[in-house]
């Protein structure tokens, strides 16, 4: 048998693996979450901003790491971009949603806030996909909200990956905010995009100056063409950011794909 010869053989390193994903671009329309609430006609002073605090307190609130300067100055505790679910909560009340497809249910602000619009709303469902599921987690959750919030939510425990391509159906709305890598994004876009009647949203969209670790989801949008993409820059601009940043220094948010 005739010896083969690899020393030409070009292994991918991880640099180059990394140099096939496309750059983020940041061309975007962005805008301020007040001014999409406005857009679409919500009355921001009608907004109750006590019941997001109801939900974050058990699904998205955390704490500071003691050594920080804020700990001492404003607090162990903080709300990390709340808004994300009066985007969410909005949206279904607004528009007279009827279903939606979450792809991360992570600690369930996001679900919790558009039951909380669906039961305002009288009915809606919401699927709901991750593969971290926590049957304690979520009895425990049970337990803090009503039982007519659970009624319509279908928990799937597996990845978006397996699950997606066995659906036949669309959803008034899907949220993206599972796997945050490049190649999961472009999955869940892939699956998603003809899934959809109304709205889509990714969470954690990061523009050129923002950098973390397996946070590629601009990678994708950025090279999405559809020219209804806004990316709201939320995060504290609604409740009280003890931080003090001002609007300009907010250089994330989620992104809004809509049809009409």
């Not at 805008?31 to 006590?50: C, F, M, P, Q």
């Amino acid at each position: 048998m005739k010896n083969l010869d690899f020393s030409k053989l070009k292994i991918p390193t991880a640099n180059s693996i990394e140099s096939s994903i496309p750059e983020k671009t940041g061309k975007i329309r962005k805008l301020h979450i007040k001014d999409k609430l406005k857009e679409i006609g919500v009355d921001l002073s009608a907004l109750r901003l006590g019941d997001f605090d109801q939900i974050g307190e058990h699904t998205a609130k955390k704490m500071r790491d003691p050594s920080s300067e804020l700990y001492a100055t404003a607090g162990a505790y903080f709300r990390p971009n709340y808004e994300r679910g009066i985007l969410i909560y909005s949206l279904i009340k607004k528009f007279n949603l009827k279903s939606m497809l979450e792809i991360g249910f992570g600690r369930g602000y996001a679900t919790m806030c558009a039951s909380l619009a669906f039961s305002e709303l009288g009915g809606g469902e919401i699927t709901t996909v991750d593969p971290n599921l926590d049957e304690q987690f979520l009895n425990g959750l049970a337990s803090k909200f009503p039982n007519s919030w659970f009624e319509n939510i279908t928990f799937i425990n597996g990845t978006s990956q397996e699950y997606l391509p066995t659906l036949d159906r669309k959803f008034d709305m899907i949220f993206i905010d599972g796997d945050h890598r490049y190649e999961a994004v472009k999955n869940d876009w892939e699956n998603c995009k003809d899934m959809y009647s109304r709205f889509l949203i990714f969470d954690d969209y990061h523009l050129p100056s923002k950098e973390e670790k397996d946070i590629d989801c601009a990678n994708v949008v950025d090279h999405i063409d559809d020219d209804t993409k806004e990316l709201i820059i939320g995060d504290r601009r609604i409740f009280l950011d003890d931080r003090g940043y001002s609007d300009e220094e907010i250089d994330y948010g989620q992104v809004l794909l809509e049809r009409k």
